[in-house]
């Protein structure tokens, strides 16, 4: 579910949610992305997003304007997710190597559990709309900033230039485990995690075969 995070995408005049209301956002949230992952942007109705739950179109135009609305609020809302799924697994992680893969790891255990959106943001949302893509741009600057600093702790330089290199690495490799993979056998969050690091840091050499089993030393 989308609905333990709370990006609201109205106004700052327009009047507070309820307890209730919140939850009612969060269902139509939910719904769309699931219209959203099955039909593509250009296929998804507003009626279809309301009857996936179970909700009125009136309902639905109480909290987003139109479709470009929700898919920009449900973008938000899933940035959000990612971006506080990384902060507490690694907050708390001294060891920088450890902190990395860590970090790394809450990135491919999101997109193991939201592959088709993950997938029709890439290949169908950026390109419909500027804003989206700016969204896009937000959320790998702020990743990228984040990062940062435990680039610099493993010897890093061009920490910016890194940052970015290894989320374009991650994005890579979670694509392709998922849409492209043919014959190599599927990974896990953790070894994705570790062969990234690995890759980055140490070189392609450094990659062990077979990759070590989730509960190894970078696990």
């Known amino acids: ?74 973008q ?29 790891r809450a990135y491919f255990e999101f997109y193991d559990e939201y592959p088709a959106y993950n997938r029709r943001l890439t290949i169908e949302g950026l390109g419909i709309d500027g804003s989206f893509e700016a969204r896009q741009t937000e959320l790998h600057q702020t990743l990228a900033a984040a990062f940062e600093p435990t680039l610099r702790e493993l010897g890093v330089r061009a920490t910016t230039v890194a940052a970015f290199a290894l989320l374009g690495l991650a994005a890579q490799l979670a694509y392709w485990q998922h849409f492209q993979r043919q014959h190599e056998p599927s990974m896990s969050a953790a070894q994705l995690a570790h062969a990234c690091a690995s890759l980055f840091v140490d070189g392609a050499g450094s990659i062990p075969t077979p990759l070590p089993q989730e509960g190894g030393t970078h696990a």
């Open 1 to 74: 579910m989308v609905t333990d995070v709370s990006v609201s995408s109205r106004t700052a005049s327009e009047s507070p949610l309820t307890e209730r209301q919140w939850v009612r956002r969060g269902e139509l949230l939910e719904a769309a992305r699931r219209v959203f992952e099955r039909d593509g942007y250009h296929g998804t109705t507003v009626s279809a997003v309301v009857q996936a739950a179970g909700l009125s179109q009136g309902a639905f135009y109480l909290y987003f304007t139109d479709k470009k609305g929700i898919f920009a609020a449900l």
């Open 76 to 104: 938000d809302e899933m940035a959000t997710l990612l971006r506080r799924r990384i902060y507490w697994v690694t907050r708390d992680e001294l060891d920088a190597r450890r902190r990395l893969e860590a970090g790394l």
